[in-house]
């Protein structure tokens, strides 16, 4: 085994740990392209909420849709590529495209949905209807 030593302040052109983070460089870029955003759903009372952390998504850039009780959250995490004159040993940043969609209930009101963007945070609240009655039924079995 070759073992090589680097200086912590790039001495004369060399750069910090390039043996070990150049091969993390390339996947960064992979898992940049994989952006999914958390998100927590729940219930309480007259309705149902879904929260999205979104930290650096500006609005403009958030798609919500509903199409046959699937709600849809699509948009993009942009990145400024002006970083002149650093060297980045890594970055934990994401960036680039996401989608997460969510099945509603049965007794999700579509018509009542509302959407709030704040602070890096999308809140998502869905009215609940009237309570949907139970559809199984008994068969009944013939001998």
Do not use: C
Request: charged letters at 35%; a neutral charge; glycine letters at 10%.
């Amino acid at each position: 085994m070759v073992e090589k030593s680097y200086t912590a302040h790039g001495g004369n052109g060399t750069e910090w740990w390039p043996g070990v983070l150049d091969p993390l460089r390339s996947f960064g870029n992979k898992v940049a392209d994989f952006f999914t955003p958390n998100a927590d759903a729940s219930a309480k009372g007259e309705f149902y909420e879904i929260n999205v952390e979104l930290p650096g998504v500006g609005e403009k850039d958030i798609d919500v849709t509903l199409h046959d009780r699937v709600l849809g959250i699509k948009g993009e995490k942009r990145t400024e590529k002006k970083e002149e004159g650093k060297t980045f040993y890594f970055s934990e940043r994401s960036y680039g495209a996401f989608q997460r969609t969510f099945r509603l209930p049965e007794d999700a009101d579509e018509s009542g949905v509302e959407a709030v963007f704040k602070d890096g945070l999308l809140n998502i609240k869905i009215a609940k209807t009237a309570a949907v009655v139970d559809k199984a039924k008994k068969i009944k079995i013939k001998s």
